[in-house]
């Protein structure tokens, strides 16, 4: 299995960004995608997560509203739409996979990483 994060870059506050996550090599439709960020000197935390086959989404509730996840079945991609980008949010943006299907955040629940995107924001 893996799982291509990509679509980082430099952003300035109050923009847009898009990443993506292209997962390949897993056999079963039945998954949940995951997107996490880790800020520098600061702990990984979970942003928001979907799973494809219904579309179920879910996000924390410090990025709701701002975030949006979809994903495109067809290619096995999952995107992350960030608007309204803000200083805080400059982070590595990794996305994982879990396997049973469950809408989770926590990463010792996620069976699957990718090496993640960098998404900087300047003031």
């Known amino acids: 299995v893996q799982l291509q994060a990509s679509g980082g870059g430099l952003v300035q506050a109050g923009g847009s960004l898009r990443v993506s996550c292209a997962v390949s090599g897993f056999t079963s439709d039945y998954y949940t995608i995951g997107w996490f960020r880790q800020a520098p000197g600061k702990e990984r935390e979970g942003v928001s997560c979907?799973?494809?086959?219904?579309?179920?989404?879910f996000y924390t509730d410090s990025i709701q509203g701002r975030f949006t996840i979809s994903s495109d079945n067809g290619n096995n991609v999952v995107y992350l739409e960030v608007n309204d980008l803000k200083p805080e949010d400059t982070a590595v943006y990794y996305c994982a996979l879990t396997a049973d299907g469950v809408l989770r955040l926590e990463s010792y629940g996620m069976d699957y990483w990718g090496k993640g995107t960098l998404v900087t924001v300047s003031s």
């Open positions: 979907i799973r494809p086959a219904d579309g179920s989404t």
